[in-house]
């Protein structure tokens, strides 16, 4: 049976990366990206890490103990898009693709330094230096014989040029020294576990036999034995699953109480949404809106349409009589999100007997939508619903250089 090749492509600082690439004056400079309702740090630049500025930390933290930062909002909008183009780019080399995270992906490279005509290596350098030049993102490769391989090559490549293979005759040797903690899968129990049986690092695992994990930890035990010895146990079916649900929020800037402003970011999150949708082939059946309070407090609504859709267009009035249904005048807003789920595959979907909407031009609008976007950019076009000068003049990005 013939050795299965496997390549990890990972973002390198993910978000802060996609923010530098739109706007390129933040190059050089200690950049976090803040999660939702700019609660803590969720994504640092290198020279923001070199400040030790840690994940997770709470903002007003960050802000107080490092200076000369850029903190932003996160535009999680942008970060999929982005996610989007490189994992497509990821299909020139392989068929078989399996996005593990929005920035991950494990590809099949079984045969194809064949078809390059180069070892893994140099395969490994050209996959990293194709998509930092067609995408404009810093990546890191892993190539290994199996995920859990790939996954510890991707990790040594972060300080080895971006790039690194494990290969097949020096697996041992590269798997001393790692703590079984740090092995990607194993959690702290079975960690734990493992060196109640003098097992602290990698290469021991190797040393246990078969029935040893069979009795102890059963399929799972075994699957990591077999992938840490090589053997490619953990498929990639370059099958991938659809969502079972789309939300997008974000906090405003701002504390507001501004129907319209409001109502415009709900547009907005209902367009990528929709963009979403489209781009898994899928329409949604249920949709809600949330508007989230100074205070905390959450408001929620959610309508059962009466057939499927993922078009803006049909949906904005839902949304609008979601939205009309929460919302309370004077009341001070900090945030705002849709949710659609309940959804179905295009090519699959019982009609109704019932539908009398005309959806074909909703559709070739949304085509359009998408293929301007698609060739400019994320809001190179939008809705007049979507109400883009409320947007470009109230929702600025933050962007505190905090001094001492």
């Not at 013939?2 to 390129?24: H, S, T, Y």
């Not at 140099?122 to 790939?150: H, M, P, R, T, W």
């Not at 494990?166 to 790692?178: T, V």
Request: charged share 25%.
């Amino acid at each position: 049976m013939k050795q299965k090749v496997i390549a990890l492509i990972d973002g390198n600082n993910f978000f802060a990366g996609c923010e530098i690439l739109m706007n390129p004056a933040l190059r050089g400079k200690p950049v976090c990206v803040l999660s939702n309702n700019d609660g803590c740090v969720i994504a640092r630049s290198n020279e923001a890490k070199k400040l030790g500025i840690k994940m997770g930390i709470p903002y007003f933290m960050a802000k107080r103990d490092f200076s000369g930062v850029v903190y932003l909002s996160a535009n999680f909008a942008l970060y999929h898009e982005l996610s989007q183009r490189m994992m497509t780019f990821l299909y020139k080399y392989s068929d078989k693709v399996d996005i593990y995270s929005i920035d991950e992906a494990f590809i099949d490279l079984t045969g194809v330094d064949k078809v390059f005509g180069t070892d893994f290596k140099q395969l490994a350098y050209k996959i990293k230096q194709d998509i930092e030049k067609s995408i404009g993102l810093s990546v890191s490769v892993g190539i290994a014989n199996s995920k859990i391989l790939a996954k510890i090559a991707n990790h040594k490549a972060k300080s080895r040029k971006g790039a690194y293979v494990i290969e097949r005759h020096l697996i041992k040797e590269e798997l001393a020294n790692l703590p079984v903690d740090e092995i990607w899968g194993v959690g702290k129990n079975i960690a734990k576990s493992l060196r109640k049986y003098g097992i602290f690092y990698a290469d021991e695992i190797l040393l246990k036999d078969d029935d040893f994990y069979k009795t102890n930890y059963g399929k799972k035990g075994l699957e990591l034995k077999y992938e840490l010895m090589g053997n490619s146990v953990i498929p990639l079916t370059g099958i991938q699953e659809s969502p079972k649900s789309i939300q997008r929020s974000r906090a405003f800037p701002q504390f507001s109480s501004d129907k319209d402003y409001i109502k415009a970011e709900l547009s907005y999150h209902l367009h990528n949404i929709c963009k979403k949708l489209r781009e898994k082939n899928l329409e949604a059946k249920h949709i809600a809106v949330m508007l989230r309070t100074k205070d905390f407090r959450v408001f929620f609504k959610e309508e059962q349409l009466t057939f499927s859709s993922n078009s803006e267009i049909f949906l904005t009035e839902s949304i609008n009589n979601l939205f009309n249904s929460v919302y309370k005048k004077g009341i001070v807003y900090r945030s705002s999100g849709i949710w659609a789920w309940d959804l179905y595959n295009q090519n699959t979907k019982q009609l109704s007997f019932f539908n009398t909407f005309d959806n074909k031009k909703s559709i070739k609008i949304s085509e359009i939508l998408d293929k301007v976007e698609n060739k400019y950019g994320s809001g190179a076009i939008f809705l007049g619903s979507m109400g883009i000068k409320n947007i470009s003049e109230n929702h600025k990005r933050i962007m505190n250089f905090v001094s001492s």
